[in-house]
C-alpha cells in the first residue's frame, strides 16, 4: 500500500496495490469515526459484471501515483474545509488487476450532520474520478479490452472527453502549477 | 534537452515500455515538448492519434503543467491521457 503521509490528521489517503493487498472498508470506518460525529457517508466503487452491454471479467486500473495521492490529498483537504472543522476523510484507490466485484474506490466522510457527510463524500468522489490521474482498461470475455473514455486534464479542453457521459466535473483540484 | 517521459492509461499501447527517453534539442516550454512530441509521435507510432495528445495533460509528479510552463530542470515528465478513477 502507497499511503501519503499528511499533516493533517482529519485526512487519510493511500493507493492499494491490488497484487498486495485490498481496500478495507472497515479501515475507512475506523478512520474517519468520532465520538463528535452523528454522521458517516461511504462511497464504494466496485467492479461490476458489464459495461455499455458488454460481459466485463475485470478492469486494470493505470495510475501515476504520486499525483494521484496529491490529488486526494488536495480534493480532501477542500472538503474537510468547506464541511469541518470537524470533518473526516478517508480516500483509497485500488490499482491492477482487479476482478469482477473488487473495490475499487472507497470513500469515506464523517461529520457532526448526515448533511455535511453526503456533500464532502460526494465532492470527493467526483474529483478522484474527474481529476486523479487513473486510467481504466476494461476486458470483456470475448477477450478484447479497450481503455475507457474519460475527462481531459488539460485546462480548456477539460470537458470534451467526459461530457459524453452525462456527468458533472467539478473545479480541477489545485494541482496545476 | 533530454525527456524521461512517463506513458499511462491509452498511450501505453504505443510505448514499447512504459517511460521514454528522448532528446529535442532548443526546447524550453512544455508547447514546445508538445509541439516536438507531436512531430516525434508521428514520425514513431504507427497508428498514433494526435487528437489524444491533444486532449492529454503534461505533468510531474507534484503538478500538472501549463502549457507556457517552463519545462523542470530534471527533464521528467509524464503524459496524462483523458482519467477514468473510480
Known amino acids: ?177 | 534537452m533530454k525527456i524521461s517521459l512517463q506513458l499511462f492509461g491509452r498511450f501505453r499501447d504505443f510505448g514499447a515500455a512504459p517511460e521514454l527517453a528522448l532528446e529535442f534539442p532548443g526546447i524550453a516550454t512544455v508547447a514546445d515538448f508538445r509541439a516536438a512530441f507531436d512531430a516525434w509521435a508521428r514520425a514513431h507510432w504507427p497508428g498514433y492519434p494526435p487528437g489524444l495528445l491533444q486532449a492529454s495533460a503534461i505533468a510531474t509528479e507534484s503538478s500538472l503543467l501549463r502549457a507556457d510552463s517552463a519545462l523542470p530542470a530534471d527533464g521528467r515528465l509524464a503524459l496524462l491521457p483523458p482519467v477514468s478513477g473510480g
Open chain 1, 1 to 177: 500500500m502507497h499511503e501519503q503521509p499528511h499533516s493533517d490528521p482529519r485526512i487519510a489517503c493511500a493507493v492499494v496495490d491490488i497484487a498486495e493487498a485490498r481496500l478495507d472498508v472497515q479501515a475507512a470506518l475506523d478512520f474517519v469515526g468520532d465520538d463528535a460525529h452523528g454522521g458517516i457517508d461511504v462511497f464504494i466503487g466496485r467492479v461490476r459484471a458489464s459495461s455499455h452491454g458488454r460481459q466485463c471479467v475485470g478492469i486494470h486500473y493505470d495510475m501515476f501515483d504520486a499525483l494521484a495521492l496529491n490529488v486526494f490529498r488536495a480534493t480532501a483537504a477542500a472538503a474537510v474545509e468547506r464541511y469541518g472543522p470537524a470533518a473526516k476523510c478517508y480516500v483509497a484507490h485500488a490499482k491492477g488487476r482487479l476482478a469482477v466485484g473488487d473495490l475499487a474506490v472507497v470513500i469515506a466522510f464523517g461529520s457532526p450532520h448526515r448533511d455535511e457527510a453526503f456533500r464532502g463524500c460526494r465532492e470527493v468522489i467526483e474529483a478522484v474520478k474527474h481529476q486523479a490521474p487513473i486510467w481504466k482498461q476494461e476486458h470483456f470475455v470475448d477477450g478484447l479490452s479497450e481503455w475507457s473514455e474519460g475527462c481531459s486534464l488539460c485546462g480548456d479542453a477539460h470537458a470534451q472527453a467526459g461530457d459524453a457521459a452525462g456527468h458533472a466535473h467539478a473545479e480541477p483540484a489545485a494541482v496545476r502549477a
